[in-house]
């Protein structure tokens, strides 16, 4: 599905029955549309979503996680940015910006509204609702005053900002935003393709299991009125180990390399969660998109003539558009039957020279030039072994809940990722 850019405007409102008694209560609201081309498929497959959400994500200003926030905030979803660093978010949703009648809904954005816009709050809407509200004082009885200047206050807060609705919140501030939240979708972990030192190691295991503690301890000691619903916890198909021969579906058991350790005990940390907070682990596989991961890395090399299977090319590639994953995530958000392990790959795992081949013939490029392990091992040291060893995993359990993807071919996918 792409964005075209489209944002239309629309009025809702919810006016008593007695317009002009002295209970008269009436909201109006601006509700921002986004309107989307889907280029294909079959996304009306996905049951529709009506209700709006409030979402968590750690992670949102990675590869996935940007995507995902999209994706929610097209949907009229609220998103709450959780991040290490607010000057990093605001580079990636310059617009945070709010609607006045979700805005004072909860704390947590009040008290963002506070901080963040104390130049235009003292300056222009206290002057202007002051204003505001002389002009309605000397208008005729007949027109319901409150109406009007929810009306005027909606439309000067338009004119000043632009409202996306993605609220961001810094470490510190998390607990705040978790609470109240539907939902919550943790992202967050240190990148593994780098080279591996003993330190990176290290952060890699590490910083998925602190803040998947983090969010853990915040949602167990919520009050149970503001405690999430939901947590969307990833994982990766690392945990399964590495095989040229096997087919690991959610069944099979853990590998015993160190990236199926890092995975159990990410995945220990988030089933620590409330047993009435609906967990699901998302174990992703290689996930393909234009703006990160592996496949941004590929473009470049291929685009100057020097693409080829990395190693043997004989190893699997278990891949998955991020759009068919962002989708799987968004389903998982509201449908409750999306709980436990399930794998995040598309149905059609391919071996790494198929994929080159593909993508050179997607690109118009040969993939002729094969990169021997030991250039891979003298770039990335035992980091390689994240593309020189795979693993074949199909998604069984995404099957037995009826997802569609969108692109279950790695050709399509990567031809929809290049045009
Ligand atoms: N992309 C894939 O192919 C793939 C495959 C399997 C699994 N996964 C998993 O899916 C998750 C999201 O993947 P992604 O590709 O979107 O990752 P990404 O682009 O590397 O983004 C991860 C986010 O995690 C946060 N982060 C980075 N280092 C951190 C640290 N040391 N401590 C705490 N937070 C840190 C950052 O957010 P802030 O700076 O805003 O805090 C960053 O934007 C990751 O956990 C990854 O392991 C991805």
Not at 13 to 31: A, D, E, G, N, Y
Not at 66 to 90: E, F, G, Y
Not at 304 to 321: D, E, V
């Amino acid at each position: 599905m792409e964005l075209c850019g489209v944002t239309a405007i629309a009025w809702s409102k919810s006016i008593s029955p007695t317009l002009h008694s002295p209970q008269t209560f009436s909201v109006w609201r601006f509700r921002r549309t986004r309107t989307f081309c889907a280029s294909s498929g079959n996304d009306s497959a996905q049951s529709p979503k009506t209700d709006e959400m409030i979402v968590s994500i750690t992670g949102a200003t990675g590869f996935i996680g940007k995507r995902l926030v999209q994706r929610l905030h097209a949907d009229n979803h609220r998103v709450r940015v959780l991040t290490r660093s607010r000057s990093k978010a605001l580079s990636i949703f310059p617009g945070k910006k709010f609607f006045l009648s979700s805005t004072l809904s909860s704390y947590a954005n009040y008290h963002f509204l506070i901080q963040e816009y104390k130049f235009y709050i003292y300056f222009f809407l206290f002057p202007s609702i002051s204003f505001l509200i002389l002009i309605v004082s000397y208008l005729p009885l007949t027109i319901s005053k409150i109406d009007l200047l929810f009306l005027l206050l909606n439309l000067f807060i338009c004119l000043v900002r632009d409202f996306p609705g993605v609220v961001i919140a810094e470490e510190p501030e998390w607990r705040n935003y978790i609470q109240g939240s539907t939902a919550v979708v943790n992202l967050a972990g240190t990148p593994i393709s780098t080279r591996w030192s003993p330190d990176i190691k290290k952060d890699i295991k590490e910083s998925r299991i602190k803040v998947t503690s983090k969010v853990v301890d915040i949602i167990n000691n919520s009050q149970d009125e503001l405690r999430p619903k939901v947590l969307i916890n990833a994982t990766a198909i690392g945990y399964y180990g590495t095989s040229q021969t096997r087919v690991f579906d959610e069944q099979s058991p853990s590998g015993n390399d160190y990236l199926a350790e890092v995975c159990r005990e990410w995945e220990t940390a988030a089933l620590r969660v409330d047993k009435d907070v609906r967990l699901a682990l998302i174990r992703i596989g290689v996930v393909l998109g234009k703006e990160g991961g592996a496949l941004a890395k590929m473009i470049p090399i291929f685009m100057m003539f020097a693409g080829g299977p990395l190693g043997s090319g004989k190893q699997w590639f278990s891949w998955i558009h991020v759009d068919d994953l962002v989708n799987l995530i968004y389903e998982a958000l509201s449908n409750p039957s999306y709980k436990g392990v399930i794998n995040g790959t598309a149905p059609n795992p391919v071996r790494m020279s198929e994929i080159c081949e593909q993508l050179g013939s997607v690109l118009g490029r040969p993939s002729w030039l094969p990169v021997p392990d030991i250039a891979l091992k003298a770039a990335l040291g035992e980091g390689a072994c994240v593309v020189l060893e795979g693993q074949k995993v199909v998604p069984a359990r995404a099957k037995e809940l009826g997802f569609s993807f969108k692109y279950p071919h790695v050709k399509d996918a990567l031809k929809a990722i290049m045009s």
